[in-house]
């Protein structure tokens, strides 16, 4: 008796993970910048879960740091989550919201740049055309803010790979 319901446990274990595990995708990014005293690395691994070949949802985290010799240090570090929904095959409608804590240092000979130490929101819509495992679209930051963001524009071009 105790082996049947140690085999059949066994059983419903390892149906159940193999489910689950089919329809789960990973992917992320992985960025190196590099030139006259400046370096700048970034990693942001992501992890998907396919609902439907319509809708998937997820988690990422993030790591950034970059340098300028003798100027600044900055760190970033967060986490974010991400739906996508697949109205047609080729076409990605995703959101994103991440939570960044940033940390910026500055060299003492710039007094004007005060150092930072802050949590920054960004809440991302995006669309996309997906072949494959592969997006390419351009995504906004709708809670964008000049003064406070780490990115450059609200407006971004992106590229997603999910295995």
């Known amino acids: 008796m105790l082996c049947f319901f140690t085999l059949f446990s066994f059983a419903q274990d390892s149906k159940t993970k193999s ?3 089919n329809n ?3 992917g992320g990014g992985l960025g190196l910048n590099f030139g006259d005293g400046y370096f700048s690395t970034t990693v ?3 992890a998907l879960y396919r609902f439907s070949p319509y809708i998937a949802t997820g988690v990422g985290l993030n790591f950034s740091y970059s340098s300028q010799k003798n100027i600044f240090k900055s760190t970033v570090l967060g986490a974010s989550v991400i739906g996508l929904f697949n109205p047609y095959e080729l076409v990605q409608i995703s959101t994103e919201f991440e939570q960044l804590h940033v940390s910026r ?3 003492e000979n710039f007094v004007s740049n005060a150092d930072d130490d802050y ?3 960004a809440l991302f819509l995006g669309l996309g055309y997906s072949s494959n495992n592969v997006t390419i679209g351009i995504r906004y930051d709708v ?3 000049e003064d406070k963001s780490i990115y450059s524009e609200a ?3 992106f590229v997603r790979f999910y295995f």
């Open 44 to 46: 942001s691994p992501n």
């Open 105 to 107: 240092n500055f060299n």
């Open 19 to 21: 489910e689950f595990w």
């Open 155 to 157: 407006w971004m071009p």
């Open 143 to 145: 809670l964008y803010n």
């Open 119 to 121: 949590w920054y929101p």
């Open 24 to 26: 789960v995708e990973f």
